[in-house]
């Protein structure tokens, strides 16, 4: 079982920063992908960035170029900085494990609350 706990999400201006991060319990953690998702009211989750085992990166079309994923897996802690915040950033963000080919080993986060205003 893996258990995963986000912070560092807030109240943050248009064009400001934020650092989030999601510590995980659990043993291998180096073998899972991970990622970010967000969801705002009424809408449907969706991937924001994700980084595989191995350190490969992806990022949804709207963040790209402002967000950073990254992995340490001496912390068992992945992060996601973000620059140049803008309202439609605004949502609650999970974080997510996944072990590659084993579709029950799946993690969900309670989710962080990023609030940004104009």
């Known amino acids: 079982q893996v258990q995963l706990v986000e912070s560092g999400g807030g109240l943050v201006q248009a064009g400001g920063s934020l650092r989030l991060s999601c510590a995980a319990s659990?043993?291998?953690?180096?073998?899972?992908?991970m990622g970010w998702y967000r969801q705002a009211p009424g809408k449907q989750r969706e991937l924001v960035a994700g980084?595989?085992?191995?350190?490969?990166?992806n990022y949804a079309d709207s963040v790209k170029g402002r967000f950073t994923i990254s992995r340490d897996n001496a912390k068992n802690t992945v992060y996601l900085q973000m620059n140049s915040l803008k309202p439609e950033d605004t949502g609650v963000y999970y974080c997510?494990?996944?072990?590659?080919?084993?579709?029950?080993?799946?993690?969900w986060g309670k989710g962080t609350l990023v609030t940004v205003s104009s």
């Open positions: 980084i595989t085992s191995d350190s490969t990166t």
């Open positions: 659990g043993s291998r953690f180096s073998m899972y992908d």
């Open positions: 997510n494990a996944k072990r590659t080919f084993i579709y029950v080993m799946n993690y």
